[in-house]
């Protein structure tokens, strides 16, 4: 299989941010033409997107539609798409709009037996779970939900076996302790992750540097990383990243 590199693109209020540790009042704006970056991903050569509504993540409903039938119809780029999913009709409209997987969040980790009734409707190949985990005193990966303000009961070995037993394919996992800060990906992790559930394409996010912290994620096992930050600021170049 080969590494698919997932260009991200965060949305919130029309424009292009990038979130420190998911903290909505620590906001970088990159531009108010999501489209205009995402054309320029698809002509340097990516496949795939990861576009993210940042005002439905907070406040649910996903907005994205418009934008979603716009990159479809004029990029070829197949996406993938969360924020705010909170029904089975909101997968639904994602996917008619053009998505090739819905990401789902804290949804994923409050009500596991309703994003697992959506998996068997709709496939493991539609759904992408994504788990924002940090470890405890103890080691364990724990899953904050609320903002991270509060702390799920399954830990994230728990949920991500549950999940891949169930015919999940796809698992996005962020090490909240990276997110945004350039600090390198956390390998370890994503080396736990693949000897727990080794049938899942784990998809390496937060904190992703540079094309050597790529090829690391690569060699670590995981089937893509999600590039943010380091894309938007340059410090990846998509086409070298792409021809590596």
């Given at each position: 299989m080969s590494f698919i590199f997932y260009p991200a693109i965060d949305v919130r209020d029309g424009r292009v941010v990038r979130l420190r540790q998911g903290d909505y009042a620590d906001e970088t704006r990159y531009g108010d033409d999501p489209l205009a970056f995402?054309?320029?991903y698809a002509d340097a050569g990516a496949t795939w997107l990861h576009l993210v509504d940042l005002d439905a993540a907070r406040a649910g409903g996903y907005t994205l539609l418009p934008l979603l039938r716009e990159i479809t119809r004029h990029t070829g780029l197949k996406v993938q798409t969360?924020?705010?999913?909170?029904?089975?009709?909101?997968?639904?409209a994602i996917l008619d709009a053009g998505a090739a997987r819905v990401v789902i969040g804290s949804l994923a980790v409050r009500a596991p037996d309703t994003v697992l009734a959506w998996?068997?409707?709709?496939?493991?190949?539609?759904?992408?779970?994504?788990?924002?985990?940090?470890?405890?005193?103890?080691?364990?990966?724990?899953?904050?939900?609320?903002?991270?303000?509060?702390?799920?009961a399954e830990t994230l070995d728990e949920l991500a076996v549950r999940y891949a037993d169930a015919g999940l394919r796809h698992l996005l996992c962020t090490d909240i302790a990276r997110d945004g800060m350039l600090a390198g990906p956390n390998l370890d992790l994503y080396r736990h992750l693949r000897a727990i559930a080794p049938a899942l394409a784990v998809q390496a996010s937060g904190g992703v540097r540079d094309?050597?912290?790529?090829?690391?994620?690569?060699?670590?096992?995981?089937?893509?990383?999600?590039?943010g930050k380091a894309l938007l600021e340059g410090r990846i170049d998509l086409c070298e990243a792409l021809a590596c």
């Open positions: 995402i054309a320029r969360g924020g705010g999913v909170r029904s089975r009709d909101d997968v639904a998996l068997a409707e709709f496939g493991g190949e539609r759904i992408t779970v994504a788990l924002d985990t940090r470890q405890d005193e103890s080691d364990a990966w724990r899953l904050p939900v609320h903002g991270w303000t509060e702390t799920a094309v050597a912290d790529v090829a690391a994620c690569r060699d670590a096992g995981c089937a893509g990383a999600v590039l």
